[in-house]
């Protein structure tokens, strides 16, 4: 094929690659919406199908205009599965994508009699459920010929060196003879020294980890308390997290302290340089935990039982039995990462609730969307390392294919949370904007293979996240 011919279809595939992302932003907004309160109530406004006719009461002028906005959404978005699956026929895509396209524009024809129903008869008309059902079932058609899509269009079978990596950045700390880090050497003066010494112990606690961290806990706190959330639990909460998290992660340097000498990344860590001695590092994570424990106790044994049981997954069962034997080390590692949205619930109620299993849900099914662009980005390093991650043993395409798998799910997450909780406007807002931004990286990603676009849908992936959260603390406290 002429170099004008490959570059014409490879951009008529990223175009398609687009159509299918922006179908499937568009699906997911109508689903979120339907979920929030913001269309149950607006559902009641409007009885008429398939024009709205204006309520009887004034008050509800909103959630009318809420119904007409998620019917006249309904017709474009319609209007986008049709081109996307007469696209994938054109186009001649795998019969799998094409299957779930012709799939998902008959359901979305289904789709539109059950609304059509409902708004005329009532909601006890239909199947309880079923709207959403098939909903969803939609979505994932869309985000599954998405994902095929992209493999098809933008994996290769020779998996080898695609990234366009950077030279080791080692930093002057790897001896260049062994590929391991050497000793570091310490300035003469005593004020240097203690100050260096400090930042390392604070560098153990993981503290680039913990914004992200105590936002979960807080959304947790915030679904359970709303408006009436008091400060000394939110201090309490916080603080014993900052500290459980700052012991997880001095308890991961001590047991990667050899493994860490052999990555560019790590390698530079207090432990793996000998700047700090391992006793110390034991004693130090050992005194975090304690400290940990008594805040979380002047809250209630529940959440301290909880915060325990994440430094315990985290440093034992992740570091030490998932992270080096299995590729899915970092699908099942979420857990860790999933427990404060339950202890932040906790703290509030002393038991666990559904709304805190489902924000636990959502952070567990958004981790591997996360790790596997920092997976792609260092996966050199992660070789070095012998750890079995997915790009080292699966494969760049699959796991890029997988980026787009969990990010489907994430946004499935997302609804979900919103089916069982009040959330409403702003929260359907904000993960239609973010997730769109979220999406749109990971299938750049597929089509830019370097460092910078991986880099790029892994501060997507963050940005995702801790808007979510926030737009979940103003819905839950504020409106
Ligand atoms: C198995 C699970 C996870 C793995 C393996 C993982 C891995 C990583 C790694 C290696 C980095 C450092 C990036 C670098 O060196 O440039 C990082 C950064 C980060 N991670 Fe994760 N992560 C996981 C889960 C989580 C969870 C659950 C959260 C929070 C909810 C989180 C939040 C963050 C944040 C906020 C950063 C720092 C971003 C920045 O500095 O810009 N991670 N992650
Ligand atoms: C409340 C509480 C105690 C929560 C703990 C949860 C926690 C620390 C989650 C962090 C998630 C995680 C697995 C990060 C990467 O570790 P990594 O070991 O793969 O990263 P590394 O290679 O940089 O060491």
Redesign the pocket.
Known sequence: MAPSDTARRLGTRTRFSGLLAATAVGVYLLLIVGATTSLTDAAAACSTWPTCHTPIDPLSQTELAIAWGHRLAAVVVGLLVAASTVAALVLGTSTRVRFALVGALGLYVVQVAVGALTATNGPAAIVPGLHLTLGITIFSAIVLALAWDLELTTGAEDETDMLERSPEPIEGTIDDESGTSAPRTLPSSLLARTRLTAFAYFKMMKP??M???C??AAAGMALAAGPSLDAQTIVATLGGGVLAIGASGTFNHVLERDVDQRMS?TADRPLATELIPVRNAVIFGLFLTAASMTAFLTINALAAALGLAAILFYSVV?TLLLKPNTVQ??VL??A???L?ALIGWAAVTNEIGLPALALAGV?FL??PA??YN?ALA?QDDYARGGFPMMPVVRGETVTRKHIVYYIGATLLGTIALAWITDLGTLYAGTVVVFGGIFLWAAVQLHFEQTEAAAFRS??AS?AF?GAVLVAVLVDALVL
Do not use: E, S
Request: hydrophobic share 50%; charged share 5%.
């Open positions: 680039r980890l914004w992200l961290l936002l979960v990344r992740y080390n970092t590692g979420g860790a990462g999933a404060p952070i958004w981790t996360h790790f920092l260092y892994f501060h963050n996240l």
